[in-house]
Each structure stands twice: as structure tokens, then as C-alpha cells.
């Protein structure tokens, strides 16, 4: 019943700006947090930026300064603008719905390539 919709992925220059979106719909009441997770090929899937439903954010060091995630709780979606993007921020990137300590839900991943 929970859905997430992922959009804005792409191909850009290095120092060029991306904005990916999620959108949750479905059988949702109550939300702990939203966030943004990418797994580069070869390496572990990390975490890039969080934010609950209250405000509260927290961010990867390495992308720290240069993106920044918000959300629009009215609309169950959350956004993540990347500016001065790198070619090691290259990743799929993975919405997540977390909607208790222990309930997940991921978005099916949207390509961002860093590459000149």
C-alpha cells in the first residue's frame, strides 16, 4: 500500500546542481523521518541526509555545505537539492520512508552521474 516515487535523477557536469524528489503515498498515518541514502557501485550503501518530520536534519560529512534536504510533510515528500555536485557523488539514490525504529520502506532508486 505504501508507495515512494523517486524523480530528478540524471547526468551532469561536475559543479553542476541536481534536486531529487520522493514522494510517499498509500497507507501512511504516521512518519518518523524521511531521508536520502546512495550506493556508489562497489561500496556500501550510506547515508546522505535525514530529516524528521519536525525539522531535525542530519547530513553525511562528505555532502555537508552543499546539499540540502527539506520536506513538505503536508505532501509526504522530501527533497534533496545537491549543488556543486562531484563525480564521487555519483550513486543511486534511495528515498527512505522510515515510519517506526524498525519500519522501512525504500523508494526504487534514481541514477545521478557526475561526469564531464
Known amino acids: 500500500q505504501v508507495q515512494l516515487v523517486e524523480s530528478g535523477g540524471g547526468l551532469v557536469q561536475p559543479g553542476g546542481s541536481l534536486r531529487l524528489s520522493c514522494a510517499a503515498s498509500?497507507?501512511?498515518?504516521?512518519?518518523?523521518?524521511m531521508g536520502w541514502y546512495r550506493q556508489a557501485a562497489g561500496k556500501q550503501r550510506e547515508l546522505v541526509a535525514v530529516?524528521?518530520?519536525?525539522?531535525?536534519?542530519n547530513y553525511a560529512d562528505s555532502v555537508k555545505g552543499r546539499f540540502t534536504i527539506s520536506r513538505d510533510n503536508a505532501k509526504n515528500t522530501v527533497y534533496l537539492q545537491m549543488n556543486i555536485l562531484k563525480p564521487e557523488d555519483t550513486a543511486v539514490y534511495y528515498c527512505?520512508?522510515?515510519?517506526?525504529?524498525?519500519?522501512?520502506?525504500w523508494g526504487q532508486g534514481t541514477q545521478v552521474t557526475v561526469s564531464s
Open positions: 527512505n520512508l522510515r515510519l517506526g525504529p524498525t519500519l522501512n520502506y
Open positions: 498509500g497507507s501512511i498515518f504516521s512518519i518518523y523521518a
Open positions: 530529516i524528521s518530520m519536525g525539522g531535525v536534519t
